[in-house]
């Protein structure tokens, strides 16, 4: 995957961090037994989906792969197997 940059955008890491926050929070509260925090937390999990893909939408995530680099890519794997 690290050759792909597959998560390596803008919108990704927002959309990680603002998720990962919202299950810290949901977990501490979970602990805490304060079942309206925990909501809380959930909510902020899924608002990180939510700008995420807003921020993809915008332009800040990865560019779909054309059919002629997909081909690029497949004849460089063969390659690479064959050698």
Do not use: Y
């Amino acid at each position: 995957m690290a050759g792909s940059s597959h998560g390596h955008t803008p919108a990704a890491w927002t959309g990680v961090i603002i998720s990962f926050i919202g299950f810290c929070v949901a977990g501490l509260f979970m602990v805490a037994a304060n079942t309206l925090g925990f909501w809380a937390g959930v909510v902020v999990a899924a608002l990180g989906g939510v700008v995420g893909l807003a921020m993809k939408m915008a332009g800040l995530g990865m560019p779909k792969e054309s059919d002629e680099m997909a081909a690029a890519r497949a004849r460089a794997s063969q390659a690479q197997i064959t050698a």
